[in-house]
């Protein structure tokens, strides 16, 4: 069955900007570690995979925006717990970037993962709990 075009751009769209998203929870991550903050033994693992969801191009939208929002969820938990946290910080960047601020996605220089989409479906969507 034929994909539609318009919905293949919206994902293709889509998962360009979670590579943007990723980019930023990874230099999160590394702004705990560099402020002496434990993050959990799981993280660096939840990072490598969803850097290769998005990289190879076959994992849906839906499942990577699953796995960023567990990684962010994460990211939040670790940071807050701190008298330091840098929440709001960290989530004003990820909101202006996820909306579209491309000024800002050249300002903060972030090595953004390289995405090539390989076309194998789009499949249903459901975030696992």
């Given at each position: 069955?034929?994909?539609?075009?318009?919905?293949?751009?919206?994902?293709?769209a889509t998962l360009r900007q979670y590579a943007v998203r990723y980019a930023l929870l990874a230099a999160w991550r590394d702004d705990?570690?560099?402020?002496?903050?434990?993050?959990?033994?799981?993280?660096?693992?939840?990072?490598?995979?969803?850097?290769?969801?998005?990289?190879?191009?076959?994992?849906?939208?839906?499942?990577?925006?699953?796995?960023?929002?567990?990684?962010e969820a994460t990211l939040v938990t670790a940071d807050s717990s701190t008298q330091k946290g840098k929440v709001d910080f960290w989530?004003?960047?990820?909101?202006?970037?996820?909306?579209?601020?491309?000024?800002?996605?050249?300002?903060?220089?972030?090595?953004?993962?390289?995405?090539?989409?390989?076309?194998?479906?789009?499949?249903?969507?459901?975030?696992?709990?």
């Amino acid at each position: 069955m034929p994909v539609d075009p318009q919905r293949l751009a919206t994902e293709v769209a889509t998962l360009r900007q979670y590579a943007v998203r990723y980019a930023l929870l990874a230099a999160w991550r590394d702004d705990l570690l560099a402020r002496g903050l434990a993050v959990p033994p799981n993280l660096p693992q939840s990072l490598e995979t969803t850097r290769v969801k998005i990289a190879s191009g076959c994992a849906s939208s839906c499942d990577v925006g699953c796995a960023l929002g567990e990684i962010e969820a994460t990211l939040v938990t670790a940071d807050s717990s701190t008298q330091k946290g840098k929440v709001d910080f960290w989530l004003d960047l990820l909101g202006q970037v996820m909306g579209g601020d491309a000024s800002l996605e050249r300002l903060l220089n972030l090595p953004v993962v390289q995405f090539h989409y390989a076309g194998c479906g789009l499949g249903a969507c459901g975030c696992k709990h």
